[in-house]
Structure formats: C-alpha cells, structure tokens
C-alpha cells in the first residue's frame, strides 16, 4: 500500500516536472515573439514618425545603388551600340577615333577593350587608373571585353537621377572618389570646389553647428549627408499625427452612426407602411 502510494507520488513529481518545463519553455517562446514583434513596430513607428534625417537618410542609402545600376545600365546599352557600328570590320579600329567618340560620353569614366590575348585600347576620362573591382562593370560584344565604369568629365553636373524631393543636402562618391550625386539646399551649399577633401574640411568645420550631419562609409563610396536644421519637432509631428487620427476615427464613428439611423428609420416607415397597408387590406375585406 505505502510502496503504491509512493510510486503514484514520484509519478505525480515527474508529471508536474514535465509540466512545468513545457510551460516554461513556452512562456520563453513567446516572450522573444512578442519582444521581436514589439521592436518591428517600434522601428516601424519611428520610422513614420520619427526624426526627418533618418527617414531621409534610410531613404538616400535605399535609392542611391538603384540610380548606379540604372545608370550603369543605360551606359552599357549605349556603349553596346557605339561598339557594334565602330567593331563591325574584322580589323581593330583607329583608336584615335575610338578617343573622339568616348569623349563625347560625359558619364563615361573610363572604358578598356580587350581580347583573350591583350588590351587593344584603355581610355580614363576621369582619374588615373581603373578603380577596384566592385566599380568596374563589363559586357562582350562580338570577339572583344569591355570594361567601363561611371565617372563624370569636368565641368558636367551629375544629373542623371530623379528629383529626390528632401530637404537634405547630400554628395555621394564613388570608390574612386568621383562626385556622382549631389543635392544642395539654402543651407548648406559648397561654393569651392566638390572633391572630397573640401567636402571632408567642410564636414569638419559644419559638425559642430550641424545636428545629424554625417559621413557614411559605403561599400562602394562615401555619402556626405547634411539634414535640414529647420525641420519640425518629433512631439509637434506625433500631435499632428494623433489628432488626425482622432479626427478620422470620429469621422468614422459619426459616418457609421448617421448610416445606422438612417437605415433604422427607412426600416421604421417600411414597417409602419406595411402596417398600414395590411390594416386597409383588413377594412376593405371587413367591409
């Protein structure tokens, strides 16, 4: 009797035991969802309602690779179709006319045709030499490589990039230290020359009157980021924001309400009509 009573407890012990390391396990389980869940909504409302600068800059780091490889695209189909005209012949062309016909690309960096064997010609509009790996983008036409990679000639502004629409002021450089992008603004603007070592003084002396400026390190080039120092407060936003959404949730309530009522009432006169209707049907019969 003592013995079963005795096994009936350490089978209640190891039952509780499991029990409990289920429930634990559990409970842990979802305290990191919801911990995970609360920090995607917390980054998703700072970044609706949070400081302008980041959501700019977000912005920026988003858009700034999808204008190099449309731009690198739109390059590579125009240099596809100059080559195919200048290396129809079996023979290699002059290269001094090859010279000519590149120098009229003013986003042509730099471009190097070669076969299996050796580099027939090798053109820098902008630098010394060809930069890394990472810059250069290639393509064959025919029996021939072609390397090339964006670059901008003196004196032609970078335009080829869609109006961004922000307050900021920004310049991007490549790896190779070529001013791509840039957007400047009434309060902040370069009036020496747009190198990145004037853009480096400039930051410098900037910094300590500039809340948010910085220099980010990109894989592929340096982005001097300049916000706007006249933006509107955090808390001014998030009131604005609430009381839109107090005002459209009324809206909603009161929308909904006058459909109800208005509803109830069709609903009162159909049945007060019907009423009617079968109290004549009623006096006619009688009669």
């Known amino acids: 009797m ?3 009573l005795k096994s009936r407890k350490n089978k209640l012990v190891s039952i509780m035991k499991r029990l409990f390391f289920i429930i634990s396990s559990l409970l842990l389980f979802w305290h990191q969802s919801v911990a995970a869940e609360t920090f995607h909504f917390e980054s998703t409302v700072s970044e609706l309602l949070g400081n302008p600068a980041t959501v700019e800059k977000s912005r920026l780091l988003e858009w700034i690779p999808v204008w190099r490889k449309e731009e690198e695209s739109r390059l590579e189909v125009y240099l596809k179709k100059v080559l ?11 290269k001094e006319k090859l010279k000519t016909e590149f120098k009229k690309i003013p986003n042509l960096g730099g471009i ?11 053109q820098v509009s902008y630098g010394v030499e060809f930069p890394n790996l990472s810059q250069i983008r290639s393509f064959t036409i025919k029996d021939y490589y072609v390397d090339f990679y964006l670059g901008r000639q003196t004196g032609i502004v970078p335009v080829e990039f869609l109006k961004t629409g922000l307050a900021c002021a920004f310049y991007y450089f490549s790896e190779d230290e070529t001013l791509l992008y840039f957007q400047e603004s009434s309060e902040w603007k370069i009036t020496t020359e747009k190198s990145i070592g004037e853009l480096n003084s400039f930051f410098k ?7 948010g400026c910085e220099v980010i390190r990109l894989i592929d080039g340096t982005l001097f980021f300049f916000p706007s120092q ?8 998030l009131t604005i924001n609430l009381l839109l959404s107090i005002c459209a949730f009324v809206l909603t309530i009161f929308f909904f309400r006058s459909f109800w009522i208005r509803n109830r009432e069709t609903l009162r006169k159909a049945i007060q009509t019907k009423k009617n209707l079968d109290q004549e049907k009623k006096s006619i019969l009688s009669q």
């Open 230 to 237: 006249s933006g509107i407060s955090f808390w001014l936003r």
């Open 112 to 122: 190097r045709i070669r076969n299996q064997k050796s580099t027939l010609f090798y």
């Open 84 to 94: 195919s005209i200048q290396l129809k012949n079996s023979s290699f062309p002059n």
């Open 205 to 211: 002396t900037q910094n300590t009157n500039c809340q």
């Open 2 to 4: 003592k013995r079963n």
